[in-house]
Nanobody, 122 residues
Framework: QVQLVESGGGLVQAGGSLRLSCAAS????????MGWFRQAPGKEREFVSV????????AYADSVKGRFTISRDNGKNTVYLQMDSLKPEDTAVYYC???????????????WGQGTQVTVSS
């Protein structure tokens, strides 16, 4: 498994942007599909985006499509989530996950970071 550490969260006004990063330790990073999930207070963790091992394939939740962009740099063992046009409903703790399968289902991800808080004010 890889160890994951997220960063880049914070407080931003609606319409603003943030870029989250997730740094992975270990040499197996390029063997993992990477995903971003989020969890708002009182809600279940939900899928945000996923990227394949090479970065050739990406997928997004409908709620973020056209506003968020996932990318990865296998040379730096890092996956990113560029978040633009943020809305108050994007407020949540964002988690990155690593797994062997390109999937939008959290149960298929075997490694998780500790999460980073994103708060969008109206």
């Amino acid at each position: 498994q890889v160890q994951l550490v997220e960063s880049g969260g914070g407080l931003v006004q609606a319409g603003g942007s943030l870029r989250l990063s997730c740094a992975a330790s270990g040499r197996a990073f390029s063997s993992y599909a990477m995903g971003w999930f989020r969890q708002a207070p009182g809600k279940e963790r939900e899928f945000v985006s996923v990227i394949s091992l090479s970065g050739a394939r990406t997928a997004y939740a409908d709620s973020v499509k056209g506003r968020f962009t996932i990318s990865r740099d296998n040379g730096k063992n890092t996956v990113y989530l560029q978040m633009d046009s943020l809305k108050p409903e994007d407020t949540a703790v964002y988690y990155c996950g690593g797994g062997r399968y390109y999937s939008g289902t959290s149960s298929t991800f075997t490694s998780w970071g500790q999460g980073t808080q994103v708060t969008v004010s109206s």
